[in-house]
């Protein structure tokens, strides 16, 4: 049974970091490309950054240069390091997971960004 389990994810202040952990099981880890989603209350799921199984990153504009998406497959673990964070990057985060048609998420992580 596939499963994505983030973890990492509170409380922090403005220009804070926090980084996300997104741990697999039941996949063939290093074959998949990897999302990280958010969803703050009354929006619509966004993509934040992205890497291929071959690890290339992609970000979306508003978090480039202040997040870093990043996996080690020895540990089938996708991380997201998230630095200056602000107030409106508060969402629950989401780890997607897709191979082909196999497409998996978690449960998602709280981030709150407040004084």
């Known amino acids: 049974q596939a499963q994505l389990v983030e973890s990492g994810g509170g409380l922090v202040q403005p220009g804070g970091t926090l980084t996300l952990s997104c741990t697999a099981s039941?996949?063939?880890?290093?074959?998949?490309?990897f999302n990280w989603y958010r969803q703050a209350p009354g929006n619509e799921r966004e993509v934040v950054a992205g890497?291929?199984?071959?690890?290339?990153?992609t970000y979306a504009d508003a978090v480039t240069g202040r997040f870093t998406i990043s996996k080690v497959d020895a540990r089938d673990t996708v991380y997201l390091q998230m630095n200056s964070l602000k107030p409106e990057d508060t969402a629950v985060y989401y780890c997607?997971?897709?191979?082909?048609?196999?497409?998996?998420w978690g449960q998602g992580t709280q981030v709150t960004v407040s004084s």
């Open positions: 997607n997971g897709r191979f082909l048609s196999n497409n998996y």
């Open positions: 039941g996949i063939n880890f290093p074959i998949y490309a």
């Open positions: 890497i291929t199984s071959g690890g290339s990153p």
